[in-house]
């Protein structure tokens, strides 16, 4: 067969170019008609409050939530779920970006609408997430290596086994509290998703091995006392007034309530400024522990919004429906109508080498 498809066709630069062409332009072409039935498939979907939903493909809008976050790699951020690429630049004329470091990483979250929460399993979903970080990083004149990447992206590159050698791109997109979110999905019986907190042996390449917690150091002043005496939990002040008694009995410390040495002290030590900046992060982390209460959610309820067996629609977007479908609308009729172009062009080129013979 390819002896035959040689005499008619010659092996040569423009032929594999419109061979490629060819394989492409169908590719987007069947790609974008994929796309329009989704478009439709979202249309004829009504919206759904969370109280009425029924089993089955729904489409709910709402705010993320949820009593477990984690932290986003690059900006520290808490979140649900988070998306982070690194691209490279290859040696060469052309210099064109290579992805060389893709994580996602997530946790089974709720979605809000006033009338209820319901449980997100992300997992497979189509993501169309807000960009909350890009930055680029170049090498510099007199010198080879990348000397202005922060700790966080070089900790994020050699996690991955990237050394910032060429210049780099770095884009990380993400789900955090409070943001507003477009889900379609299948609403289904719940197959035994829980929603845990998050562990950060998660990421590591292998299975560590558990680590006690640091013992909590409590810095005793001479002098005035802490300004913010809320830092201090109940038991922690308890072990700092047995300590300044001089009480060192463990069986006086288990009467108070205290594990014996699961608190070292630190005795006429400077007490830590608090800037303006740290009150800030604190009085954060205590808005959002006030806020994210486990006993606020049902950790394991009847039913959950996922990919469905059957049924392959999920998406999560955090933009509206109606944004959502029209970019829907425009992408798949470029690809539908650019896929066409590119086909004809390639047969076109093919026909014409044919001629040639």
């Known amino acids: 067969m390819t002896v035959c498809l040689s005499l008619f066709i010659p092996i040569n630069y423009l032929t594999i170019v419109s061979s490629v062409a060819i394989a492409g332009g169908l590719y987007f072409f069947f790609f974008g008609f994929h796309l329009l039935a989704r478009k439709r498939l979202l249309l004829t979907t009504p919206t759904s409050k969370i109280r009425s939903a029924a089993l089955g493909l729904v489409e709910v809008s709402g705010v993320a939530s949820g009593p477990y976050t984690m932290s986003a790699p690059i900006t520290a951020k808490p979140c649900f779920l988070y998306q982070t690429t690194a691209w490279q630049q290859r040696e060469g004329k052309k210099q064109e970006w290579e992805k060389v470091a893709d994580e996602t990483l997530h946790l089974p979250f709720f979605i809000d609408d006033s009338t209820g929460q319901l449980l997100i399993e992300p997992l497979g979903a189509?993501?169309?997430?807000?960009?909350?970080?890009?930055?680029?990083?170049?090498?510099?004149?007199?010198?080879?290596?990348?000397?202005?990447?922060?700790?966080?992206?070089?900790?994020?590159?050699?996690?991955?086994?990237?050394?910032?050698?060429?210049?780099?791109?770095?884009?990380?997109?993400?789900?955090?509290?409070?943001?507003?979110?477009?889900?379609?999905?299948?609403?289904?019986?719940?197959p035994g998703v829980q929603v845990r907190p998050f562990s950060p042996r998660n990421l590591a390449p292998g299975n560590c091995s558990?680590?006690?917690?640091?013992?909590?150091?409590?810095?005793?002043?001479?002098?005035?006392?802490?300004?913010?005496?809320?830092?201090?939990?109940?038991?922690?002040?308890?072990?700092?007034?047995?300590?300044?008694?001089?009480?060192?009995?463990?069986?006086?410390?288990?009467?108070?309530?205290?594990?014996?040495?699961?608190?070292?002290?630190?005795?006429?030590?400077?007490?830590?400024?608090?800037?303006?900046?740290?009150?800030?992060?604190?009085?954060?982390?205590?808005?959002?522990?006030?806020?994210?209460?486990?006993?606020?959610?049902?950790?394991?309820?009847?039913?959950?919004?996922?990919?469905?067996?059957?049924?392959?629609?999920?998406?999560?977007?955090?933009?509206?429906?109606?944004?959502?479908?029209?970019?829907?609308?425009?992408?798949?009729?470029?690809?539908?109508?650019?896929?066409?172009?590119?086909?004809?062009?390639?047969?076109?080129?093919?026909?014409?080498?044919m001629e040639l013979l």
């Not at 990237?162 to 791109?169: K, Q």
């Not at 889900?183 to 289904?188: H, Q, V």
């Not at 109940?234 to 288990?254: H, N």
């Open 210 to 353: 558990e680590r006690l917690p640091a013992p909590q150091i409590i810095r005793l002043a001479t002098g005035a006392a802490p300004s913010i005496s809320q830092d201090m939990s109940q038991q922690s002040k308890i072990a700092a007034a047995l300590t300044r008694a001089g009480i060192t009995k463990p069986e006086a410390w288990s009467a108070a309530g205290v594990p014996y040495h699961s608190v070292a002290v630190e005795e006429n030590a400077p007490p830590e400024p608090v800037s303006a900046h740290n009150g800030e992060r604190l009085h954060e982390e205590r808005l959002h522990e006030n806020q994210l209460k486990p006993s606020d959610f049902n950790l394991t309820p009847p039913v959950v919004l996922m990919k469905g067996a059957n049924d392959r629609t999920f998406v999560i977007s955090f933009r509206s429906q109606k944004e959502f479908v029209s970019a829907l609308a425009w992408k798949s009729a470029a690809m539908v109508w650019g896929g066409a172009a590119i086909t004809l062009l390639g047969l076109y080129m093919l026909l014409a080498q």
């Open 126 to 190: 189509d993501l169309d997430l807000h960009c909350n970080f890009r930055e680029e990083y170049g090498a510099s004149f007199f010198s080879s290596s990348l000397d202005d990447v922060p700790p966080r992206v070089s900790v994020f590159l050699s996690r991955h086994g990237v050394v910032p050698a060429r210049r780099l791109r770095i884009e990380e997109h993400s789900i955090e509290p409070e943001d507003a979110l477009f889900i379609a999905g299948t609403l289904t019986e719940n």
